[in-house]
């Protein structure tokens, strides 16, 4: 009876080891002798999708790996800028799994040594960009361009340019040496890269605040210089096509003048050339009105003056 029921436990506990439950979100490789099983056609390795999978008790072991997305805090780390000022800077890194052979060879599936790595390049990668940048430049630049920069280095790091033994174990898979991009090599991808936060040291920052306060006041003054400036050219060029304007407008209302001066004695020549004495009565007509036309003007004249010849006697003249 006893063997009996040590026959029952030792079968159960087969079944239990025999059998493994791959949880959402999750996804797992299987390893048989310490290697990766990996499928014959494009030697990948054979990802076991969420469910109930069977392994051989002993023999197979499965390592569980999260192939969600990841993110890494980075809390309060110390930087000088150009000018050799602190700041600290709180940032974030999203990253996931891509490639997970190379990610379990270069980590054994620990998490923390890729957070430890990221921590570290993405650190040093900061302390280079943020050396080159004054502060008022990077509050400028409103994180958008520094991430951008982290984002694009972390992704295309190069292995020569790192220590990269502490990232991975290089005796595990001599063909993980061939690859050169680091991100490659640990089998993973970075998703964003954000930085939350950046702060002053002591009186950094209203210090700064001052400064581009008095350097946006003094370009705000430039502006307004140049467009004073701007506007008296434009008034003086304004006033300039103005006076050509009028000049030409006044040189074609004299033409226009002369013409019609010259039309009219034309057209007075042409009625009164055969009757010169009623032309000379008009004429005498337009100077009576002409002089009387003044009420203040008193004139004394001889009314016996040849002037006064048609007022005497008008009819009897053109006759």
Not at 31 to 56: A, C, Q, V, Y
Not at 237 to 261: M, N, P, R, V
Request: proline letters at 1%.
């Amino acid at each position: 009876m006893q063997k009996q029921i040590t026959l029952i436990l030792i079968t159960l506990i087969m079944f239990q080891l025999s059998f493994t439950i791959i949880h959402e979100g999750n996804n797992a490789i299987l390893i048989r002798f310490n290697r990766i099983l990996t499928d014959k056609k494009n030697n990948n390795p054979i990802l076991l999708e969420p469910g109930l999978h069977f392994k051989i008790p002993f023999i197979d072991f499965i390592q569980v790996l999260d192939n969600r997305i990841r993110t890494l805090n980075i809390q309060s780390n110390h930087f000088l800028s150009k000018e050799n000022k602190e700041i600290f800077i709180d940032y974030y890194i999203k990253w996931r799994i891509s490639n997970f052979k190379n990610y379990y060879i270069s980590t054994e599936g620990n998490y923390s040594k890729i957070e430890t790595m990221l921590d570290q390049i993405s650190n040093e990668i900061l302390h280079i960009k943020i050396a080159k940048l004054h502060i008022k430049d990077i509050i400028n630049d409103l994180n958008v361009n520094l991430s951008k920069d982290i984002y694009k280095s972390l992704n295309n790091l190069n292995k020569n340019k790192i220590q990269t033994s502490i990232f991975y174990n290089q005796n595990k898979n001599n063909k993980l040496m061939s690859n050169t991009n680091i991100m490659e090599i640990l089998g993973i991808k970075i998703i964003d890269i954000q930085i939350n936060n950046i702060n002053f040291a002591n009186n950094e920052l209203t210090c700064l605040l001052n400064k581009i306060r008095y350097e946006r006041s003094s370009l705000a003054q430039n502006e307004i210089w140049k467009g004073k400036e701007e506007a008296k050219k434009i008034q003086k060029q304004a006033k300039y096509q103005a006076s050509l304007i009028i000049d030409e407008a006044k040189k074609q209302a004299s033409i226009i003048y002369g013409d019609t001066e010259f039309q009219v004695a034309k057209i007075f020549n042409d009625t009164f050339k055969n009757d010169i004495e009623f032309y000379v009565f008009i004429k005498s007509l337009n100077a009576y009105k002409n002089i009387f036309d003044k009420n203040k003007d008193l004139i004394i004249f001889n009314l016996d003056s040849e002037f006064f010849k048609y007022m005497k006697k008008p009819f009897v003249n053109m006759n």
